[in-house]
């Protein structure tokens, strides 16, 4: 009897032991400085460069919450900035030739964040490990995407979503002052009249160029019609995300996710793909169009700055 | 007889002049260098690494818009591959708007695996211009 009594003693202490080693592991937001709060992604540019009335809240209470001064707080910022453009400080790397090209591109950026990461650390001081905004984020916008999308589709005539997406617009140097970029690269084939290059199974879909969408942000009320897609991207370039799996032009690449739904959004916003793009490389923006300056001013969106449009894919094969 | 075999000899010497010509032109055209300025390139890479200008770690897109942009050549354009030196991409561009056939060479000035951005290095005109 006692040999019982001693083992179910013994089991339960076990259990006890490892119920609070995982409990303190999953409970708190962020145990201990190593660890980050900002995921070591490009979380601080699209804290403090996107638009949103919602995002812009979050950051005015970052400053509150932390107690940050105006100059820390621009100091952020500019960090935010230079994760757009860090990238590059990777060496060459032939001899890297025999490993995988996207692990050893995901590996040159974990470490440009890590040193952002130390910069951040040094302005926080102890607050570091207090602020965990990312993961409110990526919930409160899925939330708030699939309520936008369902009032869309409440809505009567010409505000159907049935031609129309919300997604995250980024900004970037296109070779003329007007245009976009979709993740379709026979759309921009066939828009520069490359018919050797696109397949001839794919071709009788794209026989109609020029392949323009109509962009329109809400926050402001203003619009870009009929804008030429002119290249390929955000991040892939065989997510024709606006056609289903089972169109007439079917989706080539990530058929299982909705329609509309860009694979650069489920990556970031959700950790689809392991949150990679088609080519291995890790996603930082959970983008489904990019915009020109010039666009992205008709919009009165400032340089440099994103936010979620609406793109009206009517025209597009 | 004679004049038969006269005829035979001129039909192959005429061949063989052809295609020593044809050689001798593809061969022989000197290659424009193109300038590259590597501040340029790195910002078009962080650019691409961002997930920006997808079409740039493409080589194929790169040698059209090469043709498109810089040679003021539109539209379609037949594509072959061609020999070129290692971690080099080459190859030859037949423009469907008129005869002129352009032979062009890439190279990653960033950095040299498949997430690094095509740039063209240099070319040639080999038929007509």
């Given at each position: 009897?006692?040999?019982?009594?001693?083992?179910?003693?013994?089991?339960?202490?076990?259990?006890?032991?490892?119920?609070?080693?995982?409990?303190?592991?999953?409970?708190?937001?962020?145990?201990?400085?190593?660890?980050?709060?900002?995921?070591?992604?490009?979380?601080?540019?699209?804290?403090?460069?996107?638009?949103?009335?919602?995002?812009?809240?979050?950051?005015?209470?970052?400053?509150?919450?932390?107690?940050?001064?105006?100059?820390?707080?621009?100091?952020?910022?500019?960090?935010?900035?230079?994760?757009?453009?860090?990238?590059?400080?990777?060496?060459?790397?032939?001899?890297?030739?025999?490993?995988?090209?996207?692990?050893?591109?995901?590996?040159?950026?974990?470490?440009?964040f890590a040193n952002i990461d130390k910069e951040v650390r040094?302005?926080?001081?102890?607050?570091?490990?207090?602020?965990?905004?990312?993961?409110?984020?990526?919930?409160?916008?899925?939330?708030?995407?699939?309520?936008?999308?369902?009032?869309?589709?409440?809505?009567?005539?010409?505000?159907?979503?049935?031609?129309?997406?919300?997604?995250?617009?980024?900004?970037?140097?296109?070779?003329?002052?007007?245009?976009?970029?979709?993740?379709?690269?026979?759309?921009?084939?066939?828009?520069?009249?490359?018919?050797?290059?696109?397949?001839?199974?794919?071709?009788?879909?794209?026989?109609?160029?020029?392949?323009?969408?109509?962009?329109?942000?809400?926050?402001?009320?203003?619009?870009?019609?009929?804008?030429?897609?002119?290249?390929?991207?955000?991040?892939?370039?065989?997510?024709?995300?606006?056609?289903?799996?089972?169109?007439?032009?079917p989706r080539r690449m990530f058929t299982d996710l909705a329609?509309?739904?860009?694979?650069?959004?489920?990556?970031?916003?959700?950790?689809?793909?392991?949150?990679?793009?088609?080519?291995?490389?890790?996603?930082?923006?959970?983008?489904?169009?990019?915009?020109?300056?010039?666009?992205?001013?008709?919009?009165?969106?400032?340089?440099?700055?994103?936010?979620?449009?609406?793109?009206?894919?009517?025209?597009?094969? | 007889?004679?004049?038969?075999?006269?005829?035979?000899?001129?039909?192959?010497?005429?061949?063989?002049?052809?295609?020593?010509?044809?050689?001798?032109?593809?061969?022989?055209?000197?290659?424009?260098?193109?300038?590259?300025?590597?501040?340029?390139?790195?910002?078009?890479?962080?650019?691409?690494?961002?997930?920006?200008?997808?079409?740039?770690?493409?080589?194929?897109?790169?040698?059209?818009?090469?043709?498109?942009?810089?040679?003021?050549?539109?539209?379609?354009?037949?594509?072959?591959?061609?020999?070129?030196?290692?971690?080099?991409?080459?190859?030859?561009?037949?423009?469907?708007?008129?005869?002129?056939?352009?032979?062009?060479?890439?190279?990653?000035?960033?950095?040299?695996?498949?997430?690094?951005?095509?740039?063209?290095?240099?070319?040639?005109?080999?038929?007509?211009?």
């Amino acid at each position: 009897m006692k040999k019982v009594i001693l083992v179910a003693l013994l089991a339960c202490f076990t259990f006890s032991v490892f119920l609070i080693g995982n409990t303190s592991k999953s409970g708190g937001i962020v145990e201990s400085a190593n660890e980050d709060p900002w995921e070591q992604v490009e979380n601080l540019n699209y804290l403090f460069w996107t638009a949103d009335e919602k995002i812009e809240n979050d950051v005015k209470k970052l400053q509150l919450d932390l107690s940050l001064t105006g100059k820390q707080m621009e100091k952020l910022k500019e960090l935010g900035l230079q994760e757009g453009y860090l990238f590059s400080e990777g060496r060459r790397c032939k001899d890297d030739a025999a490993k995988d090209d996207a692990v050893t591109f995901n590996q040159r950026v974990d470490e440009t964040f890590a040193n952002i990461d130390k910069e951040v650390r040094v302005l926080l001081g102890k607050n570091t490990t207090t602020f965990a905004w990312w993961e409110n984020e990526k919930m409160y916008r899925l939330n708030w995407l699939a309520e936008k999308e369902k009032k869309s589709k409440e809505e009567i005539g010409i505000t159907s979503t049935d031609d129309r997406e919300l997604v995250y617009a980024t900004q970037y140097n296109g070779y003329t002052n007007l245009e976009i970029a979709l993740p379709d690269k026979y759309v921009k084939f066939a828009n520069l009249g490359w018919w050797d290059d696109i397949p001839d199974s794919i071709e009788p879909y794209y026989s109609n160029p020029p392949y323009t969408a109509n962009v329109y942000y809400e926050t402001t009320n203003k619009s870009v019609l009929n804008v030429l897609v002119r290249e390929v991207g955000p991040y892939n370039e065989d997510d024709n995300y606006w056609d289903s799996a089972t169109a007439s032009n079917p989706r080539r690449m990530f058929t299982d996710l909705a329609l509309g739904e860009p694979e650069a959004e489920a990556a970031k916003l959700r950790g689809y793909n392991d949150g990679k793009d088609q080519f291995g490389r890790v996603v930082n923006q959970p983008a489904g169009v990019d915009l020109t300056e010039e666009v992205a001013a008709q919009l009165r969106l400032a340089p440099q700055q994103n936010d979620w449009v609406w793109v009206r894919y009517s025209d597009l094969p | 007889m004679i004049y038969r075999k006269f005829l035979h000899v001129i039909l192959i010497l005429s061949i063989l002049l052809t295609v020593s010509g044809c050689k001798q032109n593809s061969s022989n055209v000197p290659w424009v260098e193109v300038n590259i300025n590597l501040d340029e390139a790195k910002t078009l890479q962080s650019e691409v690494d961002n997930g920006h200008r997808v079409g740039e770690i493409d080589p194929v897109q790169v040698a059209h818009e090469f043709l498109n942009r810089k040679l003021n050549i539109p539209g379609d354009t037949k594509r072959k591959e061609i020999k070129a030196g290692e971690g080099e991409k080459g190859y030859r561009l037949t423009p469907s708007s008129d005869g002129r056939m352009v032979e062009v060479i890439l190279f990653q000035p960033v950095r040299t695996d498949s997430t690094g951005i095509w740039v063209v290095k240099k070319y040639r005109f080999i038929e007509g211009k």
